[in-house]
T-cell receptor
Framework: AQTVTQSQPEMSVQEAETVTLSCTYD???????LFWYKQPPSRQMILVIR??????QNATENRFSVNFQKAAKSFSLKISDSQLGDAAMYFC?????????FGDGTTLTVKP | NAGVMQNPRHLVRRRGQEARLRCSPM?????VYWYRQLPEEGLKFMVY????????ESGMPKERFSAEFPKEGPSILRIQQVVRGDSAAYFC??????????????FGQGTRLTVV
């Protein structure tokens, strides 16, 4: 069974600085997809960024980028120029065969 | 194009009652996924449905839980004889095709079930 581990239950960052959230996963599959979702207090799940396992190039979306290390099964999220609105719970998700496995999340606090 | 709609947003049930959670996928989406989120935890997969078919129910408890996605109308997650341990947020997501193909699954805002 696939597992996803987020080893940082809580992280904090100063506004305008950079923070990296870690995620590791375990799978025997070679083709899969990885996602980072943001869940603010409203509980809405918002897609932040996604990565196809067959692509070596790291995905980037504005201030958000990933460091995808397939051999190490690592998928970290870097948030640059952190903003107050980035404060939320962040979930890493592994997707294959029609279903996603989520980590337990990292709560990000942004200090003004 | 409206997003994934879940209702009700909040549902309170007494132990032993039935809970019905509804999910209307985005227009044009024929794949629906249900997840459960316990406090301080991530989302746990429950079931994956296409129209009139259950594709994968490996995450569904064997008893009291059932799901359907009829040809017409919303997908329904039904919990019979609820117990306190069923209290959680239940999320529905939809996609236009199998998310194995890399398509984003769009999430609803969830239904928070409280069993008293």
């Amino acid at each position: 069974a696939q597992t996803v581990t987020q080893s940082q239950p809580e992280m904090s960052v100063q506004e305008a600085e950079t923070v990296t959230l870690s995620c590791t996963y375990d799978t025997s599959e070679s083709d899969y997809y990885l996602f980072w979702y943001k869940q603010p207090p409203s509980r809405q799940m918002i897609l932040v960024i996604r990565q196809e396992a067959y692509k070596q190039q790291n995905a980037t979306e504005n201030r958000f980028s990933v460091n995808f290390q397939k051999a190490a099964k690592s998928f970290s999220l870097k948030i640059s120029d952190s903003q107050l609105g980035d404060a939320a719970m962040y979930f890493c998700a592994y997707t294959n065969a029609g279903k996603s496995t989520f980590g337990d999340g990292t709560t990000l606090t942004v200090k003004p | 194009n409206a997003g994934v709609m879940q209702n009700p947003r909040h549902l309170v049930r007494r132990r032993g009652q039935e809970a019905r959670l509804r999910c209307s996928p985005m227009k044009g989406h024929s794949h629906v996924y249900w997840y459960r989120q316990l406090p301080e935890e991530g989302l746990k997969f429950m079931v994956y449905l296409q129209k009139e078919n259950i594709i994968d129910e490996s995450g569904m408890p064997k008893e009291r839980f059932s799901a359907e996605f009829p040809k017409e109308g919303p997908s329904i997650l039904r919990i019979q004889q609820v117990v306190r341990g069923d209290s959680a947020a239940y999320f529905c997501a939809s996609s236009p095709r199998d998310i194995q193909a890399g398509t984003e699954a769009f999430f609803g805002q969830g239904t928070r079930l409280t069993v008293v």
